[in-house]
């Protein structure tokens, strides 16, 4: 089993930066995808970012390129989402999500757990 725990979300104004974690248990190794995904109220999760848990590959969906940037503590077994030039088109409940594997996925049946997610609200 894996626990997955987020947390850092809050109400910003366009234009500022946020940064999520995800706090990691149970069986995170070497062998898995960390990503995060965003939902709002009527629409299915939408891939955010992903990596490698070797952080050697990673993978943004194109909205937030440039804006966005995954990364991991190893010795803290969190995942991070720093969020940069917030939109209010950003505003969704943001949730991580661990893969048994080594390669990116983009689909939200690809993965194995989920946390609770956390509520990012970007005001114009």
């Known amino acids: 089993q894996v626990q997955l725990v987020e947390s850092g979300g809050g109400l910003v104004q366009a234009g500022d930066s946020l940064r999520v974690s995800c706090a990691t248990s149970g069986r995170t190794s070497e062998r898995v995808v960390m990503s995060w995904f965003r939902q709002v109220p009527g629409k299915g999760r939408e891939f955010v970012a992903g990596?490698?848990?070797?952080?050697?590959?990673?993978d943004y969906t194109d909205s937030v390129k440039a804006r966005f940037t995954i990364s991991r503590d190893n010795a803290k077994d969190t995942v991070y989402l720093q969020m940069d030039s917030l939109k209010p088109e950003d505003t969704a409940v943001y949730y991580c999500?661990?893969?048994?594997?080594?390669?990116?996925?983009?689909?939200?049946?690809?993965?194995?757990?989920w946390g609770q997610g956390t509520q990012v609200t970007v005001s114009s």
């Open positions: 990596m490698t848990w070797s952080g050697d590959n990673t």
């Open positions: 999500a661990v893969r048994m594997g080594v390669n990116l996925a983009r689909f939200p049946g690809h993965y194995d757990y």
